[in-house]
Every structure is written in structure tokens, then in C-alpha cells.
């Protein structure tokens, strides 16, 4: 019996295996006949009525059949009525009240308790783990009402967090469609702060757009990141979670979400006007004006041409998603497309792309469950050189003289004078004509991502403890060709077809993931115990090649091949792969929803490091106390309903700055030999273009990962009433172990390109983040919310790569350089990443008598200056100023950030805003030594030249002399007159939005069965207010005239049915 009983033990498995095998590869097979069968449209209206604990009516709560998109809004009494079974789980929510779940029945009379704060929101933490809000441990920040971030013109889900977190910085860095975003979380730690996105489970996955997302988590602190060990960096993890169709619907729902928007750019820079600039030319030059011809100087003495008006546009934007919902008993299926085409503001550039999305959740009985979440995208941008040294559109758009026409009477490019007066084509400048380089040249990107998860999910296999198993695959293929034309006029010259070039490359990668969890979550009594642990492996290779090439006497597109260039110019490319592989454990305990504690330990293997040294193991701890619940907190109940303080310690890895290929053929190179490299191997002749093979960078065997601990306190407070919450938290992060290029000891005679790489330094980051949010009605109709945070962090490098003789830590010379400005960074033990060292200046001389006053030993320390001549300080006191005089002068990191948004409903009206800025930061504007150094050649100028010393201005003038030499290097020294303030305070966004649907339901049948209609309009970047001079300070520091942001004006509509 035994042997009998075990045999059909092993046959059940091996079906159980087989069945599940099939269904985990072919959900939508094995279930379609399954939904048809149960896709039945209801037609049960049941009604009732929504009250608060005074028994006054809710207007607007919001009734759904659970997990639903389709729902119906209560009416001025209260009222409902929805198309739903009897005994559907339904779902009512409303601003300020807590969320509550009853079953349908005709008559129902529900009664909602106020719960202004949302402190059950339940948030995701990874690997299938969920916790409440008000029950967290760790620093764990949420995305606030995403519907209404998401009237927003937003394509990037990292531009949808600006302002939303403290502690999380993001930064739009330009205003090139598709959106230039970067983000630290609490500071930066080394050179490669990577973040780590969870995407419905899967790290690293493609989130669908930006309209499908349902919820962002954001794991601040290491404790609550380091079940994702290495993969979380030190950079954090945000965990996003995508619409879905849950249970409850029964039937088709259809969704649309749709926007249209126009954008122009704002605080653009113009050029001097005809009039202006040969004044400007007469001030510092009087022979260049009479060197033309008369009829040559009435030509450009006349206005033709804003150049800056010329090249922007007023850019139309659209984004539509349309969404399939379609659930029974057993499925669950969301099907969604979306369609985005942002013009830029430059003429030409445009952002596109298709995104198709599918997820679905089929319950094979009780206890067994197989998902499918599937993605495809499809993009192509076209973007433009805004911030080219010769060939940037903006500047040339500055420098280009505004007497010429912008095209030809023959329809070409204009040069900037008629030939019959173009005698001498340098008067104005070797400048392109700007439109020429947005319409002239091509230069786009396409990309298509493929990505498949699906999930195997056991419940109760004892009770509370359930099984998933996940797997991830993801094909990504990027395309790029840059091709310029030659047969556009620059400056009167024709170009030769040699000029004509082509560059173009393609990368192809391939990635899977598998990931094995078990999740046990149980009570025993006043007693929770939560255990997780999962097993993870993945393993990604790609590849990439480029070529070049040059001469093309014939530019049809049909000819724009590399085979058809007189000669090919160069190649590159490389193959990589990396795999990792991980344990995670985590455990967790509460007590009378007073006590928490949390423990978790992550081990990783990096297949990137050598054997010896690639794992890591990445504990962490949580704690927290909420007093509020203890016993002798019940008189105090009243006043303050909520009182938790917690503590944190964790760590996490990084090794974002090692090459996936470090320890194989990555150490190699091959191809053309050049000059300096036929040098350094003591070889002779001419060059060897060919496949040969030599060590391009010197290996390191002991390298390891960067680490990262982070320890925090903080407090979460609610009072009156739950209408206010706060919260304080306090953190210092230490990242040791930085992965570095060795500079000491290492000679430069052995014959590689790339010094080792090594573990040293550390940096500190320690911070304050607060947090404030209001939320009240008055009287029934009249809600209203209000919510701040505000952020101070210190950043602070306390050991740098090597130390000298002396034991000196070394300083990081990392860069940093535009035309003859160069070394602007420097990192020093005891200061901040990345500061600017600059020779400091000290206004501007007025008069001979001060020139001659500042001195040294009797000599002048300035002898080139003149009166409108910057006055540079001499750091070291040797009488002259140099390179030695440098200082350092603060950093890019803004020191404060901090954030504003509220609004308020009246009935079905609702208005809601943004604001949102930074403080302490600073911006090397390095631009200015184009567009106001006169020293710059015959080029046109910034209108704001006119402001310099002695034509605009002289005691209160911030732009020193016209000068044709600057033989004083006004504007060739590294100098902090580039430096400025980029604090600033803006409105972000300010949102209309109106409710429909009670009057669409009043002439017609539209919302008897859920169905709804709201409309918006927004603004976007309304105003700023700063004492940066240039474009737009928020530019990440460096300012080399780029892509302005823009002001935007979007209209939208969201409809159910």
C-alpha cells in the first residue's frame, strides 16, 4: 500500500508538472474558451446610498466593482445606482474618507468614516511583499494621486516623481521631447548611482507609459533596498505597479485616456539685432563696418531675421491610450495601447513612440494561479545638436547676423550676405546658417523592446504560505544613423562632397530572469509573523557595432549606405554578458500593531568579478514603535491618533562602474594602430588598419563592489483628526569601497590604454527630509489638501582614492571642460562630489587708480587689465594670477529641495497645483564665454551684451568690457564669474479638470452603467522664479546653452464605459 500510495503520489505530480508547464507558457490558450464562457454582461441595477458618521450625504464618493476601472459617482444626496449582481463585492471610496469594501444589494445604506491621511494605503516592497503604510519600518516614500501627476504632459515615469518624495532629486535636464531626466535618491555616492526600477515584479523592466501606471514606491533607505542587494546600487529602488483588471468586473470595460498639448520654449536667448551688432562691431573695431561696400552696408544694416524665432516652433504633442478591461470568475485580462508624437520646440526634432501592453491573472482553481504580462514598444526620435561647441543650433542661432533672410530666393540656405556683396565670407563669422542644421542634416534613433513575464503563483500550500515562480525575458534592438548633407551653404562657401558623411550602429541585447519565492504572512492572535525567500538568476549578453564613413557625391536617401562613401572612416563594436545570481531571506514580526521588527539578508554572485571576489552578502534591520496603539496612549487618542518613531540600519551594493565584460575581452582591443599608439609600442610605418588584438587596460583581480550603510531614524505624527500627518526623518548614508582608477604608483610605460580599476575612497550623505500634509473639507461640497516637503542634505567625501607620501588623501581631478575652460571639478577629501575649483573674482575695475592699487610688492597683479576688466583674486599671494589661485567654490548639488502642491473639489469641479525647487545649488554657465566674449571672432552676440561694461552699464554691470584680445583672460580663465546661483522656485503644474458625467447622465443614458467623462487643461512651467541669468537653471549645473524646457498648455479627456 505504501509503494502503491507513493507511485500515485509521483503520477499526480508529474501531471501537476505537466499542467502546470502548459499553462505557464500558454495562458491565453489554455483560458480562452474559459472566458468566453464566462464573459456575461449583467443587468442588475442595484441602488443605495453613501453617508458619513453625521449622517450627511457623500457627493462624489466613488462606487466600483472591485479592482475595476468602470464605476459610478454618488449624486448631491448621496445616491447610486450601478448595473451589478447582487452580492458583487463593491469598492467606495472618497477624498477624506476611508476606503471601504460591502457587498452589493439593492437598498444598501453605507456610512464612510473620515480618514483624511490614507493610512491604510498599502504599498508594495518587493518580492511579492505588501505592508500598510502607517505599519512601515523602513523610509519608504509613495507617489501621491498619480491620476492627477498624470494630466500632466509627462512620457518619463522619472519626471512624474519631481517633487513628490523628499530625498529624491530629479532634475529635467533639457527640453528635448521625450524628456531629459535624472534623479539621486539622498544624495550621491559615487560615480554610477544607478536606480533600480521594479516593474511589476521584474528589476530593469520597460515600464509600459507613463498613463498605465497605477502606483510608484520609492525604498529610500538601504534596509528597505537591500533585498535587492546589488541590483538596488546605491542610487535606491522604485517599485512601480501597472493598471491592471482585477476581480470583481464581470463583463468589458473600455477606457481612454487622451491629451493634446502645445509647447513653446521660454527665456530663449536672441541675438543682437542688424543695428545692434554693427554698433557692437563699431565699439571695438571701426574699420570692420566701413570694410563693406556701400551697398553691402545698407544690406545689412536692415532687420531680416530673429534667428532664435526662427529656429523655434510652437510644437504640438499628443498621447492617447485606449485600454480593454475584460474579467470573469476565473480571469482577469488588461489589454492597452498607447500612441505619444511630441514635436520638439526646434524645428524637426520630434519624440514618438507605440507601446502595446498586455496583462492577465487566471485562476486555475483556488489554490493555483498563472499570470502573463507582456510589453512591446516601438520609438524613433529625432533629435538636433543644441549644445555643439561650432555646430550647436542654439549658438549659431546667436551668432548668426540678422540681416540675412533665412533661405534664399531659389529656396536654398541663405548665406548671410547676396554674392554680388559677399567678397569676404569670414566678415560675419565661420558660421552655419542654423536652419540648416535642424532641416539639412538627418539624424534619428529608432528602438523596439520586446518583454514577456509570466508567473506560476501556489496559495495555501499550508495556510498563509504561498509559492511563485517568475520568469522574464527581454529583446531590445536600438538603430541610429547620422547622415550630413554637404550641398548646404556655410557662410557663402559650397561644401565638397567629402564633407558629406555617415554614421550609423545598432545594438542588440537579450535578458532573462527567473525568480523562485516562497511568502508566508500569518496571525497568531496578537501575533504576525511574515518570511520570505527567493532565489534569483539572470543572465544578459548584447552587442553593438558603429561605422562611419565620408564622400558622397550623391545624397539620396536610396544611396545613403556606408557602401556608397568614398572611404569608411572607422568601426567599432563589442559583444558582452553578464549573469548574476542571489538568495534573499526576509522575516518579519509584529505585536498588537504596536511593535515591529524586520530582518532581511541578501547573498550575490556577479558573474562581471573574478571568482574569488564576486559576491556580496547585504543584511539589513528595521524596527519601529507605535506608541499611539500602546494602552496608555488612549487619553491622548484624540488629540493625536497616530504617533510611530522607527530606526533603520542596512546595506546594499553597487557595481555599476565595472564593465559587464572586466574580467574577459573587455582587457582587449583591436583595430587601427595610430600615431600615439605606434609610439607607446615603440612601433614604426604607417598605420595598420585590421583586426589586430592588443591589452587595452590593466587588470585588477582584487576588485569588488562598492558598499553602501545607511542608518535613520524617523517619526511619523497624526493630529487632528488624522487631517494632518507629519513626518521626520533623519539618515546617513556611508558608501566605502568606490570603484576608482588607480593614479599613484602606476607607470605609464607598460602599454595599456586604461589604468586598473580599485576599491578605495568613501562618501558620506546625512540628511533631514520632513514631511507635512493637510487634508479638510468644509461643509459637504468643499474639499480641500495641502501638501509640503522639504529636504537638506550634506555631501561630503571623506577619503579619496589614494593618499601621497604625507598620507594626503589625493584630490579627484574629474573634468569638466568647454573650449579654453577646463578642470571645473575637483573632489577633495573633506568637501562635497564634484565641486567647482575656480579662480574667484572680485567685481570688475572702474578706474585706472584701482588697477594700479592692487599690487604686489609694487608690481601691478593684473598688468594686462583695463578699467571694465574682471578683477581676479590672488589665492596664494605671489603677485600673479594663475591656475594656483584656484578655490574651491561650492558644487552643482543643491543643498535644499522642496515642494508645495494642494487643491480643492467643489462638487464635480476640481483645481489642483505644483510647486517645486531647489536651493543652494549652483551652475557653471560656461556658455557665456561664447555669447558675450567679443573675443569670439566677427560672430554675432547675446542681446545681452549690450549690458557689459561701458556700453549698457558700468558700476552695476555684470558682463565685463568688449574686448577684441581679452589680453586680461576675462573670459579664457576658469574663473567663478561663469558661476551662479541655481536656485529657483517653480510653478510646475496647474491643473482644471471637470467631472461630466452626472450631466451627460441627466440628457442621456451615459453613466447608468458606470461609465464616466472628465475633461482637463494644465499648465506646465507657468513661471520661475531665480537670480540664474541664463535659460533655465535647472540644467544638472553645467549650462552650455542647451534644449530649453518649455512651457506647456495640455488638454485632456478620460472616458469609461
Known amino acids: ?126 518580492f511579492g511583499v505588501q505592508a500598510r503604510k502607517q505599519d512601515l519600518s523602513g523610509s519608504v516614500g509613495t507617489l501621491a494621486m498619480p491620476e492627477k501627476v498624470q494630466m500632466r504632459s509627462l512620457t518619463s515615469s522619472t519626471g512624474m516623481l519631481q517633487g513628490q518624495v523628499p530625498g529624491v532629486t530629479v532634475t529635467e535636464n533639457s527640453g528635448a521631447p521625450g524628456g531629459d531626466f535624472s534623479m539621486t535618491i539622498r544624495g550621491k555616492g559615487s560615480g554610477s548611482d544607478g536606480i533600480l526600477w521594479v516593474v511589476d515584479g521584474v528589476p530593469n523592466a520597460q515600464i509600459p507609459a507613463a498613463s498605465e501606471i497605477e502606483s510608484m514606491t520609492i525604498l529610500k533607505d538601504a534596509a528597505s533596498a537591500a533585498v535587492y542587494g546589488a541590483s538596488a546600487a546605491n542610487g535606491g529602488v522604485i517599485i512601480v505597479t501597472t493598471k491592471s483588471a482585477k476581480k470583481g468586473l464581470k463583463g468589458v470595460a473600455l477606457e481612454y485616456d487622451g491629451q493634446l498639448s502645445v509647447a513653446n520654449a521660454i527665456n530663449t536667448i536672441h541675438g543682437l539685432s542688424a543695428a545692434d551688432q554693427i554698433e557692437m562691431r563699431n565699439r571695438d573695431d571701426e574699420g570692420w563696418f566701413k570694410a563693406f561696400s556701400a551697398g553691402a552696408q545698407d544690406y545689412i544694416s536692415q532687420q531680416r531675421t530673429d534667428w532664435t524665432d526662427a529656429i523655434f516652433r510652437s510644437a504640438i504633442r499628443q498621447r492617447h491610450t485606449v485600454a480593454l ?233 536610396a544611396l545613403q549606405y556606408i557602401d556608397f562613401a568614398d572611404s569608411k572612416v572607422a568601426n567599432d563594436g563589442y559583444n558582452g554578458m553578464d549573469t548574476n545570481v542571489a538568495v534573499v531571506a526576509r522575516a518579519g514580526y509584529s505585536y498588537a500593531d504596536r511593535y515591529f521588527l524586520t530582518a532581511s539578508v541578501r547573498k550575490d554572485w556577479a558573474g562581471r568579478l573574478v571568482y574569488e571576489h564576486n559576491s556580496g552578502t547585504f543584511p539589513a534591520f528595521t524596527a519601529a514603535w507605535k506608541l499611539s496603539s500602546e494602552k496608555f496612549w488612549e487619553p491622548l487618542k484624540d488629540k493625536i491618533q497616530l504617533f510611530k518613531i522607527r530606526g533603520s540600519w542596512g546595506r546594499v551594493g553597487n557595481m555599476g562602474s565595472v564593465g559587464v565584460n572586466y574580467s574577459a575581452v573587455n582587457l582587449y582591443r583591436g583595430g587601427d594602430y595610430t600615431k600615439r599608439e605606434r609610439a607607446q609600442y615603440g612601433m614604426e610605418g604607417a598605420p595598420l588598419w585590421g583586426t589586430t588584438v592588443y591589452n587595452g587596460r590593466a587588470f585588477n583581480p582584487l576588485l569588488t563592489w562598492e558598499t553602501s550603510e545607511q542608518w535613520g531614524i524617523g517619526l511619523d505624527l497624526a493630529t487632528f483628526n488624522n487631517r494632518l500627518s507629519l513626518s521626520f526623518d533623519y539618515f546617513n548614508k556611508r558608501t566605502f569601497d568606490l570603484i576608482q582608477s588607480q593614479t599613484l604608483n602606476f607607470p605609464n610605460y607598460i602599454g595599456v590604454d586604461t589604468r586598473p580599476s580599485i576599491n578605495s575612497g568613501e562618501v558620506v550623505n546625512k540628511g533631514i527630509e520632513v514631511t507635512a500634509a493637510w487634508n479638510d473639507k468644509i461643509g459637504r461640497d468643499f474639499h480641500y489638501y495641502l501638501r509640503g516637503n522639504l529636504a537638506w542634505l550634506h555631501n561630503e567625501v571623506t577619503k579619496t582614492s589614494e593618499q601621497d607620501n604625507e598620507g594626503n588623501w589625493i584630490d579627484w581631478v574629474q573634468g569638466g571642460s568647454f573650449r579654453n575652460l577646463y578642470d571645473v571639478y575637483r573632489t577633495t577629501a573633506g568637501g562635497p562630489f564634484d565641486q567647482f575649483y575656480l579662480i574667484k573674482t572680485d567685481g570688475i575695475f572702474q578706474t585706472q587708480a584701482e588697477i594700479d592699487a592692487y599690487t604686489k610688492d609694487g608690481n601691478k597683479i593684473q598688468p594686462n587689465a583695463q578699467p571694465g576688466d574682471l578683477k581676479f583674486i590672488d589665492f596664494n599671494n605671489d603677485g600673479q594670477i594663475t591656475d594656483a589661485d584656484r578655490q574651491f567654490c561650492g558644487n552643482a548639488t543643491p543643498k535644499w529641495t522642496y515642494a508645495l502642491s494642494g487643491g480643492f473639489d467643489y462638487k464635480k469641479f476640481a483645481v489642483d497645483f505644483m510647486f517645486q525647487g531647489v536651493g543652494g545649488a549652483q551652475v557653471f554657465y560656461c556658455g557665456k564665454t561664447m555669447i558675450f566674449n567679443d573675443n569670439e571672432g566677427n560672430f554675432n552676440r547675446a542681446e545681452g551684451i549690450k549690458d557689459s561694461w561701458g556700453w549698457g552699464k558700468t558700476t552695476d554691470a555684470t558682463i565685463p568690457r568688449l574686448s577684441r584680445s581679452d589680453a586680461n583672460g576675462n573670459f579664457s580663465r576658469t574663473s567663478d564669474y561663469y558661476l551662479e546661483s541655481g536656485s529657483y522656485l517653480r510653478l510646475k503644474s496647474l491643473s482644471i479638470s471637470y467631472d461630466f458625467t452626472d450631466l451627460l447622465r441627466k440628457v442621456s443614458h451615459f453613466g447608468d452603467r458606470g461609465s464616466t467623462l472628465s475633461a482637463y487643461i494644465t499648465g506646465e512651467n507657468l513661471f520661475t522664479i531665480t537670480p540664474y541669468s541664463g535659460m533655465d537653471p535647472e540644467c544638472g549645473g553645467w549650462d552650455s546653452i542647451k534644449f530649453p524646457v518649455s512651457r506647456t498648455i495640455s488638454f485632456g479627456v478620460r472616458i469609461t464605459y
Open 1 to 126: 500500500m505504501e509503494k502503491s500510495n507513493f507511485l500515485l503520489s509521483a503520477k499526480s505530480l508529474k501531471k501537476m508538472a505537466l499542467f502546470a508547464m502548459i499553462a505557464f507558457f500558454a495562458p491565453s490558450v489554455a483560458f480562452a474558451d474559459t472566458a468566453s464562457v464566462n464573459a456575461v454582461q449583467q443587468d442588475n441595477i442595484v441602488k443605495g446610498t453613501i453617508v458619513d458618521t453625521t449622517g450627511e450625504p457623500v457627493i462624489g464618493a466613488t462606487i466600483k466593482v472591485v479592482g475595476t476601472g468602470t464605476g459610478v459617482a454618488t449624486d448631491v444626496e448621496g445616491n447610486f445606482s450601478l448595473a451589478v449582481d447582487n452580492g458583487a463585492k463593491l469598492e467606495i471610496s472618497a477624498i477624506g474618507y476611508k476606503t471601504v469594501q460591502a457587498t452589493a444589494q439593492n437598498g444598501m445604506n453605507v456610512t464612510l468614516e473620515e480618514d483624511a491621511l490614507l493610512l491604510d494605503e498599502v504599498v508594495a516592497l518587493g
Open 325 to 557: 478591461n475584460y474579467s470573469n470568475e476565473v480571469m482577469r485580462n488588461r489589454v492597452s495601447f498607447t500612441y505619444s508624437n511630441r514635436q520638439g520646440t526646434l524645428k524637426n526634432t520630434f519624440d514618438k513612440f507605440v507601446n502595446a501592453h498586455y496583462k492577465g491573472d487566471f485562476d486555475i482553481n483556488k489554490w493555483i494561479n498563472i499570470s502573463e504580462d507582456a510589453n512591446w514598444r516601438h520609438s524613433r526620435d529625432r533629435g538636433a545638436n543644441t549644445s555643439g561647441v561650432t555646430d550647436g543650433v542654439l549658438i549659431n542661432a546667436i551668432y548668426a547676423p540678422q540681416c540675412a533672410p533665412t533661405y534664399n530666393e531659389d529656396g536654398t540656405f541663405s548665406s548671410w550676405l547676396p554674392m554680388e556683396y559677399n567678397s569676404n565670407t569670414t566678415q560675419f563669422g565661420d558660421i552655419y546658417n542654423p536652419l540648416r542644421l535642424l532641416e539639412g542634416d538627418d539624424n534619428w534613433n529608432t528602438w523596439q523592446e520586446f518583454q514577456t513575464n509570466t508567473a506560476l503563483t501556489i496559495h495555501n500550500i499550508i495556510p498563509g504560505l504561498k509559492f511563485t515562480s517568475r520568469y522574464t525575458y527581454v529583446l531590445a534592438h536600438n538603430y541610429y544613423k547620422n547622415f550630413h548633407h554637404y550641398r548646404y551653404e556655410r557662410t557663402g562657401r559650397q561644401e565638397s562632397p567629402s564633407n558629406a558623411g555617415l554614421g550609423e550602429g545598432a545594438s542588440t541585447s537579450y535578458r532573462w530572469q527567473t525568480e523562485n519565492t516562497l511568502n508566508y504572512d500569518n496571525n497568531f492572535g496578537l501575533h504576525n509573523v511574515s518570511l520570505m525567500l527567493s532565489t534569483t538568476a539572470s543572465k544578459t549578453t548584447g552587442r553593438w557595432s558603429s561605422i562611419s564613413g565620408s564622400g558622397y557625391s550623391d545624397e539620396s536617401t
